[in-house]
């Protein structure tokens, strides 16, 4: 079965850091586009940071300089290093599979970040 | 402020025909597809329609998509009270070289 699993949310003060992790099973993170989407509370859905193939990446404009996307072919986990945190990056954080041509075939049921002191 | 703009909210009654807009620009909706993604409260975005008017599978052909120009629609006919969630639409955006949302529109089945 198809399925990707987040972790890693949690509180977090202002200008600190986190790490999610996002575990594939039922196919490769290596060998298609990979995506983090998040969901401010009572908010739409920004595409926030997604990586290509020969690990070319994409940042939002609101994140780029502070978040990074990774991936580990071995344990077949996606990654977003999340540093300088603000409180307006509070939100649901899903990972997709998919980003190029916008599309985004399976989802994660996500995981919560909350930045606030 | 999203680069895809939809109105919203939208509403209709059950059996109505209720219709969704997406505005965009040159740089994503006039060059590339349009994709729309269907969210129920507390839970994950599904995929619903690609490549601006195909359905993925299993997805009832009470909903169609289209595209003209810089903008797109997502329709759905034979409404029905299931169908009352959040909708987005989507394209990729060659001047941010990356996918964008639209704002999202949130439908109600009066």
């Known amino acids: 079965e198809v399925q990707l699993v987040e972790s890693g949310g949690g509180l977090v003060q202002p200008g600190g850091s986190l790490r999610l992790s996002c575990a594939a099973s039922g196919f490769t993170v290596s060998s298609t586009y990979m995506s983090w989407v998040r969901q401010a509370p009572r908010k739409g859905l920004e595409w926030v940071s997604a990586?290509?193939?020969?690990?070319?990446?994409f940042s939002a404009d609101s994140v780029k300089g502070r978040f990074t996307i990774s991936r580990d072919n071995s344990q077949n986990t996606l990654y977003l290093q999340m540093n300088s945190l603000r409180a307006e990056d509070t939100a649901v954080y899903y990972c997709?599979?998919?980003?190029?041509?916008?599309?985004?075939?399976?989802w994660g049921q996500g995981t919560t970040v909350t930045v606030s002191s | 402020q999203s680069a895809l703009t939809q109105p919203p909210s939208a509403s209709g009654t059950p059996g109505q025909r209720v219709t969704i807009s997406c505005s965009g620009s040159n740089s994503n909706i006039g060059l590339n597809t349009v994709n729309w993604y269907q969210q129920f409260p507390g839970t994950a975005p599904k995929f619903l329609i690609y490549?601006?008017?195909k359905r993925r599978s299993g997805v009832p052909d009470r909903f169609s998509g289209s595209k003209s120009g810089t903008s797109a629609s997502l329709a759905i006919s034979g409404l029905q009270s299931e169908d009352e969630a959040d909708y987005y639409c989507a394209a990729w955006d060659d001047s941010l070289n990356g996918p964008v949302f639209g704002g999202g529109t949130k439908l109600t089945v009066l």
């Open positions: 490549s601006n008017d």
């Open positions: 990586i290509y193939s020969g690990d070319s990446t």
């Open positions: 997709a599979r998919g980003a190029v041509a916008a599309q985004a075939d399976v």
